[in-house]
């Protein structure tokens, strides 16, 4: 699909979720070779930013993914615009990266989330928040 891609992290299903939609970097000559641009991104040389246009879209429509699939507590999900300018669900994450500084579930997490403490914080944070999540629905504290 040619257009912009964006990834969301979602966090906890329950109502409401937390949807953190993001922009992917990609251009045409980073996407000739799908496994060059994945590979950069699990090693951290690509950073994503938060949308400049249609991330409400992109989030409402990752919420709806989550939903279909039963996702629970963590997720992200990838989207693409196609050739007519829609945005198209490409991948559910049912368990996406959790690097800490490389994987876009933090990074997308500090855009949101951040703290006057740095990344590393963030992330904490952002385990803390999956671990609740998980935690709430059994009624664990």
Request: glycine share 10%.
């Amino acid at each position: 699909m040619p257009g912009d891609e964006f990834t969301t992290l979602i966090l906890a299903m329950a109502r409401p979720a937390s949807a953190c939609p993001a922009s992917c970097p990609w251009s045409r000559s980073t996407t000739a070779n799908t496994g060059v641009a994945r590979d950069l991104r699990g090693v951290g040389l690509t950073k994503i930013s938060k949308p400049a246009s249609r991330g409400g879209e992109a989030a409402a429509l990752a919420v709806q993914a989550a939903d279909a699939m039963r996702c629970l507590d963590h997720v992200r999900i990838d989207i693409k615009t196609d050739a007519a300018g829609a945005l198209r669900v490409m991948e559910v994450n049912g368990i996406p990266g959790l690097k800490p500084l490389k994987s876009w579930a933090p990074q997308i997490y500090t855009l949101y989330f951040r703290s006057p403490d740095g990344e590393m914080a963030d992330y904490c944070s952002l385990i803390r928040a999956i671990i609740e999540a998980g935690g709430g629905r059994y009624g664990l504290r």
